[in-house]
């Protein structure tokens, strides 16, 4: 499945696969198999590809699918997955096809959102809705309690953790420019 995400994207972007083996500072050969599925990335390859599309890595591992309608119902929100992270997350917007994504997560006592710090266009904003949470941007960190809120333009490398003990809850809402995926 990530191979032929991976392949749609690239061809959407207008990249050759001797392009996006180039940015992401791999051999064509291997990206090559991964679009067809003939090999495993690792999730470093995972991640350097994710960089040279301009993609958030989780986007690699979405179907595609794309719906027109507005409604999301609680049991079919699209679950994200992001590798190295224990977190949960959900689309509660149809798809990422739209300008806004937004997002529902929670994360367990001592997690972090990813392994490594992300980067998107767009801008963001954080409110937390039980728990503690912090959240790193660039070269600072923010502690949130429920109800606080943290904007932050999502270019600068950002992740959060969890600076609690117990699960906590967040709302993650974000303007995006990744992209229109088919």
């Known amino acids: 499945m990530i191979g032929r995400r991976i392949r749609q994207i690239r061809q959407q972007k207008g990249y050759s696969v001797t392009k996006l083996a180039e940015r992401a500072g791999i051999s064509k050969g291997a990206l090559s198999q991964v679009e067809r599925e003939l090999a495993n990335p690792s999730i470093e390859t995972v991640r350097a590809i994710a960089s040279a599309l301009e993609v958030p890595v989780f986007v690699l591992f979405l179907d595609g699918h794309s719906s027109h309608n507005s409604l999301v119902r609680k049991e079919e929100r699209i679950r994200l997955i992001t590798p190295g992270s224990p977190g949960e997350r959900e689309l509660l917007t149809p ?83 990744w992209g229109t995926f088919p």
């Open 95 to 177: 798809d990422l096809h739209r300008r806004l994504v937004i997002v529902i997560g929670r994360l367990p006592g001592g997690a972090s959102s990813s392994p490594f710090p992300v980067v998107h266009r767009g801008e963001q904003c954080v409110l937390v809705l039980d728990g503690r949470l912090r959240i790193h941007v660039q070269d600072e960190e923010y502690v949130l309690e429920a109800g606080d809120t943290l904007y932050f333009d999502a270019l600068m490398p950002h992740y959060y953790s969890n600076c609690g003990d117990s699960v906590v809850e967040f709302l993650s809402v974000a303007t995006q420019d």
